[in-house]
């Protein structure tokens, strides 16, 4: 899976600049990718899939489900994979949530590029939330991204996080106008230094991270349909989002306000729950 990690600076003009344009886009379909076990959870995922690992009383998956349906979302694609019949048996046709709610299993877990692709025929020509099953925002954060995407004509929106920690996983660039220009996946301490001389990376600046949820257009599987394996033996998404931006896709960056959490292991998930729901 690729890394994420914090975005901001659209708080005045942020809402009302999506009245400019000609028309709004609603968004009412979303893929969200559930595959993977989880190996980090240790026992926790013996029998569960992370994304069904309960946080306040419900599945990961619930608490995202409920936020991109109150964006106005209706019909969610899910990538199940690992005890795929859990979430299946689970979330059903979706009725309760008032969604209507599809599978495809991804039967190869060689990434999170080639995923998406299960969902290529539900899509049609709507654009799309693309969601990891394993990342937790406040539920007002989905609005905030339709708001961005309607910003301007862009193909597509992503999260960032943000943080002074550098090493923390995938750096994320953008421009003036806080659309993406670079993805560095996983950098090294020489790639690290490399970004420092050639000024991308700046002393005292915030670093970007990729947050994990993000808004596109069905343009996104032209590329994903290119994609080779990377150095790590997967199919990566962020080379696609790459590889979008290389052919003057517009990008737009959201920075991710109040919480974000990357449920990634036994000791966020105690911390959640500690927490207040």
Do not use: C
Not at 97 to 111: E, P
Request: proline residues 5%; aromatic residues 12%.
């Amino acid at each position: 899976m690729a890394s994420r990690g914090p975005a901001s600076g659209f708080s005045n003009n942020f809402l009302s600049a999506s009245f400019l344009l000609p028309f709004k886009v609603w968004l009412v379909k979303a893929i969200i990718l559930a595959a993977g076990k989880g190996t980090r959870m240790r026992e926790l995922t013996n029998e569960l899939p992370k994304p069904m690992l309960k946080v306040h009383g419900k599945p990961i998956l619930e608490h995202i489900l409920e936020g991109i349906a109150a964006a106005g979302v209706h019909e969610v694609f899910i990538v199940t994979g690992f005890k795929a019949e859990v979430i299946e048996s689970y979330f059903g046709t979706g009725e309760k949530w008032k969604l209507k709610i599809a599978y495809g299993r991804q039967l190869v877990q060689d990434g999170t590029g080639k995923a998406p692709e299960l969902a290529q025929d539900f899509i049609g020509s709507s654009p799309f939330f693309l969601s990891y099953g394993d990342i937790l925002v406040r539920p007002e954060t989905y609005q905030q991204m339709v708001h961005r995407y309607n910003e301007d004509y862009f193909s597509g929106v992503l999260t960032v996080t943000g943080s002074e920690d550098v090493t923390k996983g995938g750096l994320v660039f953008f421009d003036e106008k806080f659309s993406l220009k670079r993805l560095v996946e996983k950098p090294s301490p020489a790639q690290l230094d490399e970004l420092q001389r050639d000024g991308w990376l700046k002393s005292g600046d915030t670093a970007w991270y990729n947050a994990g949820i993000y808004i596109f257009r069905p343009s996104l599987f032209d590329f994903t349909a290119k994609l080779q394996k990377s150095p790590r033996g997967e199919y990566e998404l962020t080379d696609a989002i790459s590889a979008l931006v290389a052919a003057h896709h517009p990008i737009a960056g959201m920075e991710i306000a109040g919480r974000w959490v990357d449920v990634r292991d036994p000791e966020v998930l105690a911390k959640l729950e500690k927490e207040q729901s």
